[in-house]
């Protein structure tokens, strides 16, 4: 499996942002989808991640309410919508598909089998 993240930038507190992640390789409805964020100078957190068909989502509550996490199977990819974005929301997003948890809303780093290379988010006071 192959994990291609995209759409990150530069934007003002308060705007919005939607990333992308494509996948190529297996059969994407087969792997629930996770975001997670690396702050300079901080570990990799968790933010969302959306079971095989999209019928579960789960948030970080740091963005719950404010980013929305959904996948079209039929493009291989999903997508975070971020809204209402926070200075502490800068950050490399990673898009990673977990393989083996059926649906189970895994949030730990260790749970998610196939990475993305990241792509950068930056959220300008």
């Known amino acids: 499996v192959q994990l291609q993240a995209s759409g990150g930038g530069l934007v003002q507190a308060g705007g919005s942002l939607r990333l992308s992640c494509a996948a190529s390789g297996g059969t994407f409805s087969s792997y629930a989808m996770g975001w997670f964020r690396q702050a300079p100078g901080k570990e990799r957190e968790f933010v969302s991640t959306?079971?095989?068909?999209?019928?579960?989502?789960y948030y970080a509550d740091s963005v719950k309410g404010r980013f929305t996490i959904s996948r079209d199977n039929a493009k291989n990819t999903v997508y975070p919508q971020m809204n209402s974005l926070k200075p502490e929301d800068t950050a490399v997003y990673y898009c990673?598909?977990?393989?083996?948890?059926?649906?189970?809303?895994?949030?730990?780093?260790?749970?998610?089998?196939?990475w993305g290379q990241g792509t950068k988010v930056t959220v300008s006071s």
């Open positions: 990673a598909a977990d393989l083996r948890s059926a649906d189970k809303g895994i949030t730990a780093n260790e749970g998610y089998d196939y």
């Open positions: 959306i079971s095989r068909y999209g019928g579960r989502t």
